[in-house]
């Protein structure tokens, strides 16, 4: 049973702090995806936690032992990298069980795993080849099936959907779900896909410039991201953000967006004559000709059909907004459109700073 | 009638009017390129010249008299000659000691290089000084260190070990000779095994050595499952390389050594040069050949690496 714990990580390389001061928990048995784009830390702050990488401040513990110095192979960690790294020169049966031999298991230990894995994989026809002899879908499985041969109770998977194909992806991200589900290792999974940190993770960690941004559940970090970032790279097409000022009406508090009024909870009244930013997702709108109801007036821009619906931008004064119809609604560019959010969806955040207001 | 009912209707008239006539393969082919064949024309021509030719004619030299027939004489003098078996042991024996010998140092130094610690770009610069003096030199080199009045005994008798120069390079101490000479070619040409090996590692990628350490290998098992097996290639060109120039190994044991300790190529010149007998020289000339590519075809067979096991 293994609970992760970083205390206060940090990782420079030079002067620039590739991971800044993150502390994170991940439970027994959590499937945590740490989410970013590039450059953000999530890969080193997962090599760190393989051992690959020393950090320069902080602590880790693996079920409550300090590993921070150990080296990789004390931490009982199994990991699946991004490109694999599965040994040319090994078949996949030598492949799967390298980490058993290395562990110096009975050659009846490491055949039971070496087939248990291989079985659960569906590889268990090519033990005999080299990788060289395999699709990238194969090998990628036998990557995988090499991390499970382990039985690790940590397991850690570096983007390892990111070179397959958008298909052999959406396919492969469903079965790795149900296998880790079944083998509830506690599983730390780097992605910069937003798509497979809402399907796969039990939480989230967004990340932004060696920093954790939001730690969530995956719907909580889609509804009510933290700040901009998080609701701009999460979801698509990302979050909308209208600026606004909150001003007293005679119908009472209300936001006004480029001279347009939309009614606002009254416990935003302490912003009242200050300036706040919107967020609404595009599913959370919906669109009509006639003006019946608070609603925004805005312009088509670009209508995208996306086959399951329309992908319209539209522009209110200087700021624009995504909103998907459905694929058979008559809309085309130029046209004016009358915009009516879903009140109890819109998000409030801080137009300076970017982040969530609370409103309690 | 659907559009797709249309291709099979013309699949079942063939060969009557409205077929569609098949291009013109031949038009198709591709045009003869020239240019790899240009491109290698220089080197082509230069080792024929200087290589294929010479060896050739050796080659019949080795089977001529003196008077242009055919004779296995030279043979038979090479053989029945007194410092025959000397050469050839020693020759087999230096080679089986020093190639094993450069390879592992080779191995060490080229690891201590790829750890890409602070210092190890310029250990690389150090190791590689010897690579650029001539052999002949280098025997010089090493011959005043080990004469009677060189620098090994100099320090000897000043350090007080001993009274008397020690004679390390004479007729009564053959092994003692061996070993100077093992000593200075281990000092000589170790660098250009480490220089390929060096280049083999580089190319590795580092996932592989994460890998490996993730699941659980040690240094050591990192070496022996991962390293070494992926370094293969590398390690083949070095052996084949390394024991052919090791074959051919005459100016440095030649300045060490003088005719205390016989080798083949060290034949091969005194027959040409001071008995002046070309046909014996020749001989000497073409077992080298011979035994170099014996040795190259098992090193081939041996370590050949199937083209399934690259990455």
Redesign the interface.
């Known amino acids: 049973m293994a609970q992760i714990r970083l205390e206060n990580i940090i990782k420079l390389f030079g002067k620039v702090a590739a991971v800044n001061n993150v502390s994170l928990t991940i439970n027994d048995g959590e499937f945590m995806v740490l989410l970013g784009p590039s450059g953000c830390g999530k890969t080193t702050l997962l090599r760190c936690l393989?051992?690959?990488e020393i950090p320069d401040g902080g602590n880790i513990f693996i079920s409550d032992q300090n590993v921070t110095e150990f080296?990789?192979?004390r931490r009982n960690?199994?990991?699946v990298?991004q490109?694999y790294?599965?040994?040319?020169?090994?078949t996949v049966y030598d492949n799967i069980g390298?980490?058993l031999?290395?562990?110096k298991f009975s050659k009846a230990d490491i055949e039971k795993n070496v087939k248990r894995a291989a079985t659960l994989l569906e590889v268990d026809k090519y033990l005999e080849?080299?990788p060289?002899?395999l699709s990238g879908g194969q090998r990628q499985r036998v990557a995988v099936a090499?991390a499970i041969a382990?039985n690790p109770a940590v397991l850690?998977m570096d983007e390892p959907l990111s070179n397959l194909d958008a298909l052999l992806r959406m396919q492969m991200r469903a079965e790795l779900k149900r296998l880790l589900q079944e083998i509830g290792a506690t599983t730390v999974y780097v992605t910069h896909d937003q798509v497979e940190a809402l399907s796969m993770g039990d939480r989230i960690s967004v990340m932004k410039s060696g920093q954790i941004a939001q730690v969530d559940d995956p719907m909580k970090v889609y509804t009510d991201p933290a700040n901009t970032f998080v609701g701009g790279f999460i979801g698509s097409p990302p979050m909308n953000f209208l600026v606004g000022e909150v001003v007293q009406s005679e119908g009472g508090l209300a936001v006004e967006i480029e001279g347009q009024r939309l009614p606002a909870p009254a416990n935003l009244a302490r912003m009242a004559g200050q300036k706040v930013t919107v967020g609404l997702r595009a599913e959370n709108i919906e669109a009509g000709e006639v003006k019946d109801g608070p609603g925004l007036p805005t312009q088509v821009m670009v209508v995208e059909p996306l086959g399951s619906h329309l992908l319209l931008t539209t522009r209110i004064g200087g700021q624009s907004l995504k909103v998907v119809t459905p694929v058979d609604y008559p809309v085309s560019p130029d046209q004016p459109l009358w915009l009516r959010p879903d009140l109890n969806k819109l998000r409030w955040l801080d137009a300076q700073s970017g982040t969530l207001l609370n409103l309690n | 009638m659907s559009l797709k009912q249309e291709p099979e209707q013309a699949l079942k008239t063939p060969g009557q009017a409205g077929e569609v006539a098949l291009p013109d393969f031949k038009r198709r082919r591709r045009r003869f390129n020239y240019t790899p064949f240009l491109l290698l024309l220089p080197a082509t021509l230069f080792l024929a010249i200087f290589f294929l030719y010479p060896m050739l004619q050796s080659f019949i030299i080795a089977f001529q008299d003196s008077q242009g027939g055919f004779t296995f004489d030279n043979i038979d003098t090479m053989v029945k000659d007194t410092n025959f078996g000397d050469a050839l042991k020693y020759t087999l024996l230096f080679i089986v000691i020093i190639v094993p010998l450069q390879v592992v140092l080779a191995l060490i130094m080229a690891l201590v290089i790829n750890t890409g610690l602070k210092w190890a770009g310029f250990f690389l610069y150090i190791w590689t000084i010897p690579l650029a003096i001539s052999d002949l030199a280098a025997g010089i080199v090493w011959y005043s260190i080990f004469t009677n009045h060189g620098y090994i005994n100099q320090i000897l008798i000043q350090l007080g070990l001993t009274q008397t120069p020690i004679d390390f390079l004479s007729f009564e101490n053959p092994t003692l000779v061996f070993v100077a000479v093992v000593i200075a070619e281990l000092w000589r040409a170790t660098a250009i095994v480490m220089v390929i090996l060096v280049a083999g590692l580089q190319v590795i990628?580092r996932?592989?050595t994460?890998?490996?350490?993730?699941?659980?290998?040690?240094p050591w098992?990192r070496l022996w499952?991962?390293t070494l097996?992926?370094l293969?290639p590398s390690l083949q060109v070095a052996l084949i390389l390394r024991t052919i120039l090791a074959f051919q190994t005459f100016a440095l044991v030649f300045a060490l050594a003088g005719r205390i300790m016989p080798v083949l190529a060290g034949e091969a010149y005194k027959w040409y040069n001071d008995v002046r007998n070309v046909g014996v020289a020749a001989t000497y000339a073409l077992l080298i050949l011979l035994l170099s590519l014996a040795n190259t075809f098992i090193y081939l067979r041996f370590l050949n690496?199937?083209?399934?096991?690259?990455?």
């Open positions: 393989a051992g690959l080296s990789p192979r960690i199994a990991m990298f490109n790294a599965i040994f040319p020169h090994l390298f980490g031999k290395m562990k080849r080299h060289a002899q090499r382990m850690l | 990628p996932a592989y994460e890998a490996a350490e993730v699941f659980g290998a040690s098992q499952h991962v097996p992926m293969k690496t199937k083209a399934e096991e690259l990455a």
